[in-house]
């Protein structure tokens, strides 16, 4: 098991950029496939960026590609999603989530949640 607290969130302005940190307890948190979800107001959740146990592999949603990256540190227990050039559209709670079975970014996969962290960007 493994309990996930996402911070880093804020308001900034369209083009600007915001880290988002996830601290992961446990001592089981390098067999867990890692990932970023979002949800904005009425809205459904949608996978942003995920990695693979060990890091050498990701995977982005469009919307995000080229300027999200996400990134992990196992021997710190922690998960980051670095946002650049941000956009309105990028506005929603974003959430990370563990799994030990990759689903890529579709959410089914993952058993552990944090509680999420809003992100607004003005235009």
Same mark, same amino acid.
Request: charged share 15%.
């Given at each position: 098991?493994?309990?996930?607290?996402?911070?880093? &969130?804020?308001?900034? *302005? @369209?083009? $600007?950029?915001? !880290?988002?940190?996830? #601290?992961?307890?446990?001592?089981?948190?390098?067999?867990?496939?890692? &990932?970023?979800?979002? *949800? @904005?107001? $009425?809205?459904? !959740?949608?996978?942003? #960026?995920?990695?693979?146990?060990?890091?050498?592999?990701?995977?982005?949603?469009?919307?995000?590609?080229?300027?999200?990256?996400?990134?992990?540190?196992? #021997?710190?227990?922690?998960?980051?999603?670095?946002?650049?050039?941000?956009?309105?559209?990028?506005?929603?709670?974003?959430?990370?989530?563990?799994?030990?079975?990759?689903?890529?970014?579709?959410?089914?996969?993952?058993?552990?949640?944090?509680?999420?962290?809003?992100?607004?960007?003005?235009?």
């Amino acid at each position: 098991q493994v309990h996930l607290v996402e911070s880093g &969130g804020g308001s900034v *302005q @369209a083009g $600007g950029s915001l !880290r988002l940190s996830c #601290a992961a307890s446990g001592n089981t948190y390098s067999a867990y496939y890692m &990932g970023w979800f979002r *949800q @904005a107001p $009425g809205k459904e !959740r949608e996978g942003v #960026a995920t990695i693979s146990t060990g890091g050498d592999t990701t995977y982005y949603a469009d919307s995000v590609k080229g300027r999200f990256t996400i990134s992990r540190d196992n #021997a710190k227990n922690m998960l980051y999603l670095q946002m650049d050039s941000l956009k309105p559209e990028d506005t929603a709670m974003y959430y990370c989530a563990g799994g030990r079975w990759w689903t890529i970014l579709d959410s089914r996969g993952y058993s552990y949640w944090g509680q999420g962290t809003q992100v607004t960007v003005s235009s």
